[in-house]
């Protein structure tokens, strides 16, 4: 059961760069959400999704795009990389409950 | 807004002793709270929340709305409890979650 995995784990861009996230999970779960953790910090959300097709803003959205064209993935896009967004993201995915299920991290240097 | 407020950033204590991480809130509705863990290596995972009232690996957290407060208790810390703890306020229609800055606990032997 391998319950949320992000693709890549690691990854360093140049300023300027494009990539995206891949945030899979395979429990049905209709919400996913994308975080960044940052030291002090704690978790901040970026943005997330109540269903297949449906996106919304979270706290920190900006210099980030996301898309949710089938339930069980969550892309979040970088289209111009800049140095505040080196950080570790976080994909979680939720029943509905509260109780969120989270990824292993991708840790994005930009340099 | 809702906010989450961990106070401690880095907490030490000895193996056997007890220990408490403080985490307070505010927000306007009826509030949802939970207790988070990361541990070396490992992923976040959920350890407990405030509506099963249950105790986990000795763990407990107790709901104060006076005094808008969540903290997390233990009476007798082990080496294995050391982690980075996370309190989390269930905040909006997509339950998403709010999170606090977090306290690193370091369980000393």
């Known amino acids: 059961n391998a319950g949320v995995t992000q693709t890549p784990k690691f990854r360093v861009l140049k300023t300027g760069q494009s990539m995206t996230l891949l945030c899979a999970q395979d429990m049905n779960h209709e919400y996913m959400y994308w975080y960044r953790q940052d030291p002090g910090m704690g978790l901040r959300l970026i943005h997330y999704?109540?269903?297949?097709?449906?996106?919304a803003k979270g706290e920190v959205p900006d210099g980030y795009n996301v898309s949710r064209l089938k339930k069980q993935n969550f892309l979040l896009g970088l289209e111009s990389a800049a140095p505040s967004q080196t950080s570790v993201y976080f994909c979680?995915?939720?029943?509905?409950?509260?109780?969120?299920?989270f990824g292993q991290g991708t840790r994005l240097t930009v340099v | 807004a809702q906010r989450v407020t961990q106070p401690e950033k880095l907490l030490s204590v000895f193996k056997g002793a007890p220990v408490e991480l403080k985490c307070n809130y505010s927000?306007?509705?009826?509030?949802?709270l939970f207790w988070y863990v990361q541990y070396s290596r490992q992923r976040l995972q959920l350890l407990l929340r405030h509506i099963s009232r249950e105790s986990i690996k000795g763990f407990t957290a107790d709901l104060n709305k006076g005094e808008t407060s969540f903290h997390l208790k233990k009476p007798f810390a082990q080496e294995e409890d050391s982690a980075m703890y996370y309190c989390a306020l269930d905040s909006g229609s997509a339950r998403q979650l709010t999170f606090g800055s977090g306290t690193q606990l370091t369980v000393l032997p």
């Open positions: 979680a995915s939720s029943p509905g409950t509260g109780n969120a299920f």
């Open positions: 999704s109540v269903g297949e097709g449906t996106t």
């Open positions: 927000y306007s509705g009826s509030p949802e």
